[in-house]
């Protein structure tokens, strides 16, 4: 996924990639790569900095929030950045403000750009927080642990009360 910038023409340069999973190392125990990952879009230029306008398309495996089961996630989303030269006098400085504009902002260095780490950073913001195996997920037994998509069991969940939360069972029922 690297480009020479001094091959990228005035009027643009459209693409299509397609990587294998191995190369962007998203193997979390939560969180992996299922499926190669296809990037398409755009690259332009305007004098050294180089703007990409693109869509990534890949699977994933996540696990179910409710039971942890592997679910099949298919990501899809847009991918843009803007990649500046690394100037080597600048330096960073911890405690400066972020603008807008610097967010998605990248730096590169000689005459090529990565788009890499862009790509990967995206796979991952393309995650939804909650994944579940289907809506209607029974979850875990908060007791004993068993998927409860799979088996029953044999505890008394509602027996087992906190005793800092006795007096909210007591108030409920008199309420009732």
Partial sequence: MIFDVDEIPEEGLQFELQEDKNH?????EDTRLDDSVRVSGRLDRLEDEIYLNGNVQTVLIVLCARCLEPV???IKGKVSARFVPKNPTQEWEP???IHSSEIETECYTGHHINLTQTVHDQIL???P???LCSEDCKGLCGQCGINLNN???ECLLEDDIDPRLAGLKDLK????
Avoid at 24 to 28: G, P, T
Avoid at 173 to 176: A, D, W
């Fill in 129 to 131: 927080q909650i994944c």
């Fill in 151 to 153: 088996d029953s069991c």
């Fill in 173 to 176: 029922e008199r309420l009732q």
């Fill in 24 to 28: 962007f190392k998203i193997d979390q």
């Fill in 72 to 74: 099949r996630q298919e």
């Fill in 125 to 127: 913001l393309e995650v």
């Fill in 95 to 97: 405690e400066s403000e």
